[in-house]
């Protein structure tokens, strides 16, 4: 029977993430969480009872209700596969948080899945999706900046032991900052210059051993197994050409830096971690004379109207409507390859191609609104 109106939401995984999805899903008029799960039972019970959401369950109680549409599966990367593998095979639409896995091959194979058995596969970021990086996207596109050649983006700080309680998973495979922050900053140079074809990186380890530094487990030392100071180079399929910094081992907080070089300007763009941001434009100096007066423009800043989960709601739209939504699947492969194709890289010491290729990255509606009822 076709369903109708809005869309079942079950949740895998009630950790750190979960709350910033609650929030605003338990908002959207087009998306019902119902219920929520996690290999803690009392992690999911107490999620379920801070959010209102019906039932707290087992992932497998949680797969066997036909009213769950999409599995939001927020667990931690290893479990990424395994867990959507489980709900594409119950029937389940698919949201994963990022990575969509940790190997090429169980990417590849979810996306295969997916196809197989006619379901929508969607993978995080969706920051992308905020109003911010849209309005920048359209933009662009309009020709704000001419046509875009080349990207400068960074993220840098000492690292998210210093935020989450449980960090181990942000420092092994499927972590890093390669696999952490590299999805939100690959998938933004995706959007904008297109599929890649090569990368060359070099990578570090700065501490073989990190702490804890909040929460019950506060002091417990663990070891590091990943990359955490990582450069690369990356060149487009289309032509354009970029160099990124990710670090977990610098001093400095520098988050979000992201520039486009066009044309006509340069483009500052919002944080691709986040939802809202000013966009500005460097213009080229119209005389070369000291001081150096670079006309600046500003183009908007964008508030956050709505947060993580708007992938989710363009998802959710496109089960009802059909058609594809934007952060699909098959971005989330790419920009994995491409991030495990920059890790091979620094391993090496070599320029190296991706694999693989993806369509070009449409944008949402400009009335887009996830407030205003659409099922
Ligand atoms: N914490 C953040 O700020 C943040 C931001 C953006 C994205 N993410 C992404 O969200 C995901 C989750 O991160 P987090 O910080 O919430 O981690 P977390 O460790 O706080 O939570 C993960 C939860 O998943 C549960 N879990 C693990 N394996 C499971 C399984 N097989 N079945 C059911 N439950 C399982 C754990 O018990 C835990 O409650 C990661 O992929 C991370 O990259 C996190």
Request: proline share 6%; aromatic share 8%.
């Amino acid at each position: 029977m076709t369903k109708a109106g809005p869309v079942g939401v079950g949740i895998v995984g009630a950790g750190m993430i979960s709350d910033f999805y609650l929030e605003n899903l338990t908002r959207f008029p087009d998306i019902r969480v119902l219920r929520i799960a996690d290999i803690d039972a009392e992690r999911a019970q107490a999620s379920a009872e801070k959010w209102s959401v019906p039932s707290a369950a087992t992932t497998d109680e949680l797969l066997a209700d036909p009213d769950v549409e999409i599995v939001l599966n927020l667990t931690i990367p290893a479990a990424h596969a395994p867990v959507s593998t489980a709900a594409l095979e119950a029937g389940k639409h698919v949201w994963s948080e990022k990575p969509i896995a940790v190997d090429r091959e169980s990417a590849r194979a979810l996306v295969d899945l997916a196809a197989e058995r006619g379901l929508l596969l969607g993978v995080a970021p969706d920051t992308l999706l905020g109003r911010g990086w849209q309005a920048a996207m359209r933009a662009i596109r309009s020709g704000a900046i001419g046509a875009p050649l080349t990207a400068v983006t960074s993220f840098q700080w000492q690292g998210p032991d210093w935020f989450h309680a449980n960090p181990e998973f942000l420092f092994t495979q499927g972590g890093g900052p390669i696999f952490d922050m590299g999805p939100y900053y690959v998938s933004a140079l995706v959007h904008l210059l297109g599929p890649i074809a090569k990368v060359a990186a070099t990578g570090r380890t700065g501490q073989p051993k990190r702490q804890i530094r909040l929460g019950a487990r506060k002091g417990t030392e663990f070891l590091v197994d990943v990359f955490t100071h990582v450069s690369f180079l990356t060149e487009f399929e289309q032509g354009g050409a970029a160099q990124s910094l990710l670090s977990f081992d610098t001093a400095l907080f520098r988050h979000g830096v992201f520039e486009i070089n066009g044309t006509e300007g340069t483009m500052f763009l919002p944080d691709p971690n986040r939802f809202d941001g000013e966009i500005r434009i460097a213009r080229p100096l119209e005389k070369f004379e000291r001081p150096i007066e670079q006309q600046w423009e500003t183009i908007g800043s964008a508030g956050p109207e709505a947060g993580r989960g708007l992938g989710v709601l363009d998802m959710a739209r496109h089960i009802r409507s059909g058609g594809s939504h934007i952060a699909t699947g098959d971005l989330g492969l790419h920009v994995l390859d491409t991030l495990i194709t920059v890790e091979e890289s620094a391993m090496r010491g070599e320029f190296l191609s991706v694999q693989s290729s993806v369509e070009p990255v449409p944008s949402l509606p400009e009335a887009f609104d996830p407030f205003q009822a659409a099922l």
